[in-house]
Protein backbone atom coordinates (compact mmCIF):
# COMPACT_ATOMS: atom_id res chain seq x y z
CA UNK A 1 0.00 0.00 0.00
CA UNK A 2 1.36 3.33 -0.87
CA UNK A 3 2.22 5.93 1.41
CA UNK A 4 -0.87 8.34 -0.14
CA UNK A 5 -3.20 5.71 0.10
CA UNK A 6 -2.21 4.83 3.87
CA UNK A 7 -2.26 9.01 4.99
CA UNK A 8 -5.69 9.00 2.88
CA UNK A 9 -6.95 6.39 5.06
CA UNK A 10 -5.69 7.09 7.93
CA UNK A 11 -7.44 10.68 7.72
CA UNK A 12 -10.81 9.13 6.56
CA UNK A 13 -10.88 7.25 9.42
CA UNK A 14 -10.17 9.33 12.28
CA UNK A 15 -12.83 11.76 10.85
CA UNK A 16 -14.94 8.62 10.85
CA UNK A 17 -14.39 8.01 14.29
CA UNK A 18 -15.67 11.42 15.41
CA UNK A 19 -18.80 11.14 13.57
CA UNK A 20 -19.78 8.04 15.39
CA UNK A 21 -18.41 9.96 18.34
CA UNK A 22 -20.63 13.01 17.87
CA UNK A 23 -23.53 10.78 16.46
CA UNK A 24 -23.50 8.18 19.48
CA UNK A 25 -23.48 11.33 22.03
CA UNK A 26 -26.20 13.13 19.96
CA UNK A 27 -28.31 9.87 20.42
CA UNK A 28 -27.96 9.27 23.74
CA UNK A 29 -29.01 12.78 24.21
CA UNK A 30 -32.24 12.33 22.57
CA UNK A 31 -33.00 9.03 24.14
CA UNK A 32 -32.68 10.60 27.82
CA UNK A 33 -35.08 13.22 26.55
CA UNK A 34 -37.63 11.49 25.21
CA UNK A 35 -37.27 9.11 28.28
CA UNK A 36 -37.86 11.85 30.85
CA UNK A 37 -40.95 13.29 28.47
CA UNK A 38 -42.63 9.60 28.28
CA UNK A 39 -42.23 9.56 32.42
CA UNK A 40 -43.44 12.86 32.78
CA UNK A 41 -46.45 13.05 30.15
CA UNK A 42 -48.99 10.43 31.75
CA UNK A 43 -49.53 12.72 35.00
CA UNK A 44 -49.57 16.14 33.12
CA UNK A 45 -51.74 14.92 29.88
CA UNK A 46 -53.32 11.67 30.27
CA UNK A 47 -52.81 7.97 28.85
CA UNK A 48 -53.79 9.13 25.27
CA UNK A 49 -51.71 12.00 24.59
CA UNK A 50 -48.74 10.95 26.41
CA UNK A 51 -48.90 7.78 23.51
CA UNK A 52 -49.54 10.47 21.45
CA UNK A 53 -46.23 12.37 22.49
CA UNK A 54 -44.36 9.28 22.46
CA UNK A 55 -45.17 8.26 19.24
CA UNK A 56 -43.96 12.13 18.20
CA UNK A 57 -40.56 11.57 19.54
CA UNK A 58 -39.78 8.61 18.17
CA UNK A 59 -40.72 10.07 14.42
CA UNK A 60 -38.59 12.80 15.68
CA UNK A 61 -35.71 10.74 16.59
CA UNK A 62 -35.64 8.60 14.04
CA UNK A 63 -35.91 11.73 11.19
CA UNK A 64 -32.82 13.15 12.98
CA UNK A 65 -31.11 9.63 12.58
CA UNK A 66 -31.74 9.43 8.77
CA UNK A 67 -30.51 13.31 8.48
CA UNK A 68 -27.59 12.75 10.29
CA UNK A 69 -26.48 9.62 8.39
CA UNK A 70 -27.14 11.46 5.47
CA UNK A 71 -25.00 14.26 6.53
CA UNK A 72 -21.84 12.47 8.21
CA UNK A 73 -22.29 10.07 4.79
CA UNK A 74 -21.89 13.38 2.30
CA UNK A 75 -19.55 15.21 4.96
CA UNK A 76 -17.24 11.66 4.87
CA UNK A 77 -17.43 10.84 0.82
CA UNK A 78 -15.88 15.11 0.63
CA UNK A 79 -13.51 14.98 3.33
CA UNK A 80 -12.30 11.42 1.74
CA UNK A 81 -11.91 13.54 -1.24
CA UNK A 82 -10.47 16.24 0.05
CA UNK A 83 -7.70 14.76 1.89
CA UNK A 84 -6.66 12.97 -1.09
CA UNK A 85 -6.12 16.07 -3.30
CA UNK A 86 -4.18 17.44 0.01
CA UNK A 87 -1.96 14.37 0.10
CA UNK A 88 -1.46 14.56 -3.11
CA UNK A 89 -0.25 17.50 -3.07
CA UNK A 90 1.63 17.59 -0.63
CA UNK A 91 3.77 14.25 -2.07
CA UNK A 92 3.85 16.02 -5.03
CA UNK A 93 7.50 16.95 -4.17
CA UNK A 94 8.45 13.46 -3.37
CA UNK A 95 7.02 12.49 -6.78
CA UNK A 96 9.74 14.98 -8.59
CA UNK A 97 11.98 13.59 -6.42
CA UNK A 98 12.01 10.73 -7.30
CA UNK A 99 12.03 11.33 -11.06
CA UNK A 100 14.85 13.21 -10.58
CA UNK A 101 16.56 11.02 -8.65
CA UNK A 102 15.74 7.74 -11.75
CA UNK A 103 16.83 10.87 -13.93
CA UNK A 104 20.22 11.26 -12.14
CA UNK A 105 20.59 7.43 -12.03
CA UNK A 106 20.40 7.53 -15.61
CA UNK A 107 23.00 9.99 -16.23
CA UNK A 108 21.29 13.54 -16.51
CA UNK A 109 23.09 14.65 -13.66
CA UNK A 110 21.98 18.44 -14.59
CA UNK A 111 18.77 17.16 -12.96
CA UNK A 112 17.23 19.77 -10.11
CA UNK A 113 13.45 20.02 -8.61
CA UNK A 114 11.24 23.25 -7.66
CA UNK A 115 11.78 23.05 -4.19
CA UNK A 116 8.87 24.39 -1.60
CA UNK A 117 9.89 27.15 0.64
CA UNK A 118 12.52 26.05 3.09
CA UNK A 119 10.04 26.50 6.26
CA UNK A 120 8.21 23.36 5.51
CA UNK A 121 10.11 19.70 6.24
CA UNK A 122 9.17 18.89 2.53
CA UNK A 123 10.58 22.66 1.33
CA UNK A 124 13.87 21.30 3.43
CA UNK A 125 14.04 17.81 2.03
CA UNK A 126 13.98 19.34 -1.65
CA UNK A 127 17.00 21.80 -0.93
CA UNK A 128 18.97 19.31 0.47
CA UNK A 129 18.22 17.44 -2.41
CA UNK A 130 19.20 19.80 -4.76
CA UNK A 131 22.62 20.26 -2.86
CA UNK A 132 23.40 16.75 -2.87
CA UNK A 133 22.42 16.52 -6.88
CA UNK A 134 24.96 19.24 -7.33
CA UNK A 135 27.66 18.22 -5.11
CA UNK A 136 27.21 14.61 -6.84
CA UNK A 137 27.57 16.77 -10.24
CA UNK A 138 30.79 18.72 -9.27
CA UNK A 139 31.88 15.07 -8.13
CA UNK A 140 31.36 12.84 -11.61
CA UNK A 141 32.93 16.07 -13.32
CA UNK A 142 36.04 16.30 -11.47
CA UNK A 143 36.07 12.23 -11.91
CA UNK A 144 35.49 12.68 -15.32
CA UNK A 145 38.15 15.61 -15.51
CA UNK A 146 40.56 13.12 -13.87
CA UNK A 147 40.11 10.25 -15.56
CA UNK A 148 40.65 12.41 -18.77
CA UNK A 149 43.61 13.92 -17.59
CA UNK A 150 45.52 10.97 -16.64
CA UNK A 151 44.14 9.33 -20.59
CA UNK A 152 45.74 12.39 -22.36
CA UNK A 153 48.79 12.08 -19.60
CA UNK A 154 49.08 7.94 -20.54
CA UNK A 155 49.02 9.30 -24.34
CA UNK A 156 51.54 11.83 -24.25
CA UNK A 157 53.67 9.57 -22.05
CA UNK A 158 53.32 7.00 -24.64
CA UNK A 159 54.25 9.30 -27.46
CA UNK A 160 57.03 11.17 -25.81
CA UNK A 161 58.65 7.55 -25.29
CA UNK A 162 57.66 6.35 -28.78
CA UNK A 163 60.48 8.80 -30.59
CA UNK A 164 63.82 7.73 -28.51
CA UNK A 165 62.81 3.88 -28.46
CA UNK A 166 62.31 4.32 -32.47
CA UNK A 167 65.29 5.97 -32.42
CA UNK A 168 67.20 3.45 -30.55
CA UNK A 169 65.78 0.46 -32.61
CA UNK A 170 66.71 1.85 -35.91
CA UNK A 171 70.11 2.53 -35.02
CA UNK A 172 70.37 -1.01 -33.28
CA UNK A 173 69.10 -2.52 -36.50
CA UNK A 174 71.80 -0.22 -38.52
CA UNK A 175 74.24 -2.03 -35.82
CA UNK A 176 73.06 -5.48 -36.74
CA UNK A 177 73.09 -4.74 -40.73
CA UNK A 178 77.34 -3.90 -40.79
CA UNK A 179 77.82 -0.67 -38.90
CA UNK A 180 80.20 -2.28 -36.65
CA UNK A 181 82.24 -2.61 -39.73
CA UNK A 182 82.16 1.01 -40.63
CA UNK A 183 83.85 3.16 -37.65
CA UNK A 184 81.97 6.28 -38.82
CA UNK A 185 78.49 4.82 -38.71
CA UNK A 186 79.37 2.90 -35.64
CA UNK A 187 80.06 5.81 -33.73
CA UNK A 188 76.86 8.03 -34.75
CA UNK A 189 74.89 5.09 -33.57
CA UNK A 190 76.22 4.58 -30.50
CA UNK A 191 76.36 8.44 -29.77
CA UNK A 192 72.76 8.57 -30.89
CA UNK A 193 71.82 5.26 -28.76
CA UNK A 194 73.09 6.68 -25.69
CA UNK A 195 71.85 10.43 -26.41
CA UNK A 196 68.14 9.19 -27.31
CA UNK A 197 68.43 6.73 -23.93
CA UNK A 198 69.36 9.65 -21.46
CA UNK A 199 66.64 11.62 -23.12
CA UNK A 200 64.55 8.47 -22.06
CA UNK A 201 65.95 8.49 -19.09
CA UNK A 202 65.55 11.96 -18.13
CA UNK A 203 61.71 11.39 -19.19
CA UNK A 204 61.01 8.81 -16.58
CA UNK A 205 62.71 10.40 -14.11
CA UNK A 206 60.81 13.63 -14.39
CA UNK A 207 57.69 11.05 -14.07
CA UNK A 208 58.58 9.67 -11.44
CA UNK A 209 59.43 12.77 -9.98
CA UNK A 210 55.70 14.53 -10.70
CA UNK A 211 54.06 10.98 -9.00
CA UNK A 212 56.40 11.81 -5.60
CA UNK A 213 55.37 15.51 -5.90
CA UNK A 214 51.64 14.58 -6.39
CA UNK A 215 51.50 13.11 -3.32
CA UNK A 216 51.63 16.55 -1.97
CA UNK A 217 54.76 16.98 0.07
CA UNK A 218 58.30 16.94 0.07
CA UNK A 219 60.54 14.34 0.51
CA UNK A 220 62.83 16.97 3.24
CA UNK A 221 62.10 19.70 5.06
CA UNK A 222 65.33 22.05 5.92
CA UNK A 223 65.42 25.46 6.00
CA UNK A 224 66.28 26.67 2.19
CA UNK A 225 67.81 30.57 1.43
CA UNK A 226 65.80 30.95 -1.79
CA UNK A 227 68.44 34.02 -2.46
CA UNK A 228 71.34 32.06 -2.40
CA UNK A 229 69.60 29.56 -4.04
CA UNK A 230 68.55 31.58 -6.82
CA UNK A 231 71.76 33.10 -6.91
CA UNK A 232 73.46 29.57 -7.37
CA UNK A 233 70.84 28.60 -10.10
CA UNK A 234 71.94 31.97 -12.40
CA UNK A 235 75.43 31.03 -11.97
CA UNK A 236 74.86 27.31 -12.86
CA UNK A 237 72.66 29.00 -16.02
CA UNK A 238 75.15 31.48 -17.32
CA UNK A 239 78.15 28.66 -16.99
CA UNK A 240 75.78 27.02 -19.78
CA UNK A 241 74.91 30.37 -21.54
CA UNK A 242 77.65 32.64 -21.03
CA UNK A 243 76.13 34.83 -23.54
CA UNK A 244 72.74 35.77 -22.08
CA UNK A 245 71.87 38.76 -20.01
CA UNK A 246 70.50 36.93 -17.03
CA UNK A 247 70.96 38.39 -13.88
CA UNK A 248 69.77 37.64 -10.13
CA UNK A 249 68.41 40.97 -7.75
CA UNK A 250 67.42 40.15 -3.86
CA UNK A 251 66.90 42.22 -0.65
CA UNK A 252 69.08 39.68 1.47
CA UNK A 253 68.20 36.15 2.69
CA UNK A 254 64.67 34.26 2.27
CA UNK A 255 64.16 31.69 4.23
CA UNK A 256 61.74 28.90 3.54
CA UNK A 257 61.36 25.29 5.18
CA UNK A 258 61.19 23.18 2.09
CA UNK A 259 63.62 20.31 -0.01
CA UNK A 260 66.60 21.90 -1.04
CA UNK A 261 66.93 19.66 -4.00
CA UNK A 262 63.53 20.18 -5.42
CA UNK A 263 63.59 23.97 -4.92
CA UNK A 264 66.90 24.34 -7.08
CA UNK A 265 65.01 22.50 -9.93
CA UNK A 266 61.94 24.63 -9.28
CA UNK A 267 64.50 27.93 -10.28
CA UNK A 268 66.42 25.58 -12.59
CA UNK A 269 63.53 24.96 -14.87
CA UNK A 270 62.16 28.08 -15.11
CA UNK A 271 65.52 29.47 -16.12
CA UNK A 272 66.20 26.12 -18.53
CA UNK A 273 62.06 27.45 -19.62
CA UNK A 274 63.97 30.61 -20.72
CA UNK A 275 66.91 29.48 -22.56
CA UNK A 276 65.00 26.93 -24.63
CA UNK A 277 61.56 29.70 -25.32
CA UNK A 278 63.57 32.94 -26.16
CA UNK A 279 65.82 34.05 -28.30
CA UNK A 280 69.85 34.40 -27.43
CA UNK A 281 70.22 37.61 -25.95
CA UNK A 282 66.91 37.64 -24.30
CA UNK A 283 67.54 39.48 -21.04
CA UNK A 284 66.05 38.06 -17.94
CA UNK A 285 66.03 38.37 -14.20
CA UNK A 286 65.60 36.66 -11.65
CA UNK A 287 64.40 38.20 -8.33
CA UNK A 288 63.55 36.70 -4.67
CA UNK A 289 61.79 38.75 -1.63
CA UNK A 290 59.16 38.61 0.95
CA UNK A 291 56.10 39.66 0.81
CA UNK A 292 53.35 39.04 4.06
CA UNK A 293 54.53 35.67 5.04
CA UNK A 294 55.37 34.56 1.95
CA UNK A 295 58.41 33.81 -0.09
CA UNK A 296 58.79 35.50 -3.77
CA UNK A 297 60.48 33.92 -6.35
CA UNK A 298 59.72 35.83 -9.56
CA UNK A 299 61.48 34.90 -13.22
CA UNK A 300 60.34 37.51 -15.99
CA UNK A 301 61.69 37.65 -19.68
CA UNK A 302 61.80 40.09 -22.53
CA UNK A 303 60.91 37.48 -24.81
CA UNK A 304 58.03 36.32 -27.08
CA UNK A 305 55.25 36.38 -24.56
CA UNK A 306 52.26 33.98 -24.30
CA UNK A 307 49.02 34.27 -25.97
CA UNK A 308 46.13 34.38 -22.96
CA UNK A 309 44.99 30.52 -23.82
CA UNK A 310 48.85 29.13 -23.75
CA UNK A 311 48.85 30.59 -20.37
CA UNK A 312 45.96 28.93 -18.94
CA UNK A 313 47.83 26.08 -20.07
CA UNK A 314 51.42 26.30 -19.54
CA UNK A 315 51.79 24.40 -16.42
CA UNK A 316 49.99 21.64 -17.99
CA UNK A 317 51.65 18.15 -18.33
CA UNK A 318 53.53 17.85 -21.76
CA UNK A 319 51.99 21.09 -22.89
CA UNK A 320 54.45 23.28 -25.39
CA UNK A 321 53.14 26.40 -26.08
CA UNK A 322 55.89 27.20 -28.52
CA UNK A 323 58.55 25.81 -31.15
CA UNK A 324 61.97 26.17 -30.25
CA UNK A 325 63.51 29.57 -31.65
CA UNK A 326 65.57 28.80 -35.11
CA UNK A 327 68.52 26.86 -35.03
CA UNK A 328 67.91 25.51 -31.33
CA UNK A 329 68.73 21.77 -31.56
CA UNK A 330 66.76 19.34 -29.05
CA UNK A 331 63.20 19.97 -27.30
CA UNK A 332 62.03 19.27 -24.02
CA UNK A 333 59.29 16.66 -22.76
CA UNK A 334 57.09 19.20 -21.58
CA UNK A 335 57.09 18.38 -18.05
CA UNK A 336 59.60 21.62 -16.73
CA UNK A 337 56.86 24.00 -15.25
CA UNK A 338 54.73 21.45 -14.57
CA UNK A 339 57.45 20.33 -12.14
CA UNK A 340 57.89 23.80 -11.20
CA UNK A 341 53.66 23.88 -10.14
CA UNK A 342 54.27 20.46 -8.27
CA UNK A 343 57.55 21.78 -6.47
CA UNK A 344 55.22 25.05 -5.85
CA UNK A 345 52.54 23.22 -4.35
CA UNK A 346 53.97 20.06 -2.33
CA UNK A 347 55.71 23.58 -0.46
CA UNK A 348 52.34 24.75 0.36
CA UNK A 349 52.82 27.39 -2.52
CA UNK A 350 51.43 28.42 -6.10
CA UNK A 351 52.92 28.60 -9.35
CA UNK A 352 51.44 31.90 -11.81
CA UNK A 353 51.80 33.44 -14.80
CA UNK A 354 51.28 36.32 -16.11
CA UNK A 355 52.33 37.66 -19.89
CA UNK A 356 51.53 40.02 -22.86
CA UNK A 357 51.95 38.90 -26.13
CA UNK A 358 55.41 40.22 -28.04
CA UNK A 359 56.21 42.02 -24.29
CA UNK A 360 58.15 39.03 -22.20
CA UNK A 361 56.51 36.31 -19.27
CA UNK A 362 56.66 36.65 -15.85
CA UNK A 363 56.56 33.45 -13.35
CA UNK A 364 55.77 34.21 -9.95
CA UNK A 365 56.07 31.62 -7.03
CA UNK A 366 54.81 32.07 -3.85
CA UNK A 367 55.94 29.29 -0.59
CA UNK A 368 55.11 30.33 2.80
CA UNK A 369 58.27 31.39 4.61
CA UNK A 370 59.50 29.81 7.74
CA UNK A 371 60.59 33.27 9.16
CA UNK A 372 57.28 35.38 8.25
CA UNK A 373 59.33 39.23 8.71
CA UNK A 374 57.69 41.22 6.13
CA UNK A 375 59.70 43.29 3.48
CA UNK A 376 57.44 45.61 1.27
CA UNK A 377 57.60 45.39 -2.01
CA UNK A 378 56.90 48.25 -4.12
CA UNK A 379 54.06 46.87 -7.68
CA UNK A 380 54.53 48.49 -10.89
CA UNK A 381 51.31 47.00 -12.02
CA UNK A 382 49.48 43.56 -11.46
CA UNK A 383 51.68 41.66 -13.92
CA UNK A 384 55.42 42.11 -12.27
CA UNK A 385 56.57 42.52 -8.81
CA UNK A 386 59.54 44.74 -8.24
CA UNK A 387 61.84 43.84 -5.86
CA UNK A 388 64.69 46.44 -4.25
CA UNK A 389 67.39 45.75 -6.51
CA UNK A 390 71.29 45.14 -5.34
CA UNK A 391 73.56 44.60 -7.50
CA UNK A 392 72.76 42.28 -9.98
CA UNK A 393 74.80 38.89 -10.43
CA UNK A 394 76.32 38.77 -13.74
CA UNK A 395 78.68 36.26 -15.25
Known amino acids: MSLRTRLVLTTVGLVALALILVSGATFGALQDWATDRAEAAPEAWGTSAAFGQD ?43 ADAAAGIGAGELERRIDAAPPSTEVGRLGHAFNT ?16 ERLRRFVADASH ?8 IRGYAELFRRGAHARPEDLDRAMTRIESEAARMGLLV ?20 DLAELAADAVADTLAVAPGRPISAVGSGPVPVTGDPA ?14 DHTPDGT ?33 ERFYRAHRRPAGRMGGGSGLGLSIV ?55
Not at 58 to 74: D, F, M
Open 160 to 167: ELRTPVAT
Open 205 to 224: EELLQLTRLDRGRPRERVPV
Open 283 to 315: PATVRVARDGGYALIEVADEGPGLEPEQAERVF
Open 132 to 147: MAADLEVAFKQREESE
Open 341 to 395: AAVASAHGGTATVTSTPGAGATFLIRIPQADASPVRIPQDDASTVRIPQDPPISR
Open 55 to 97: AADRELISRLAGVLGITSAIVLAGLTVLAAWLVRRGLRPLERM
Open 262 to 275: SLRQLVGNLLANVL
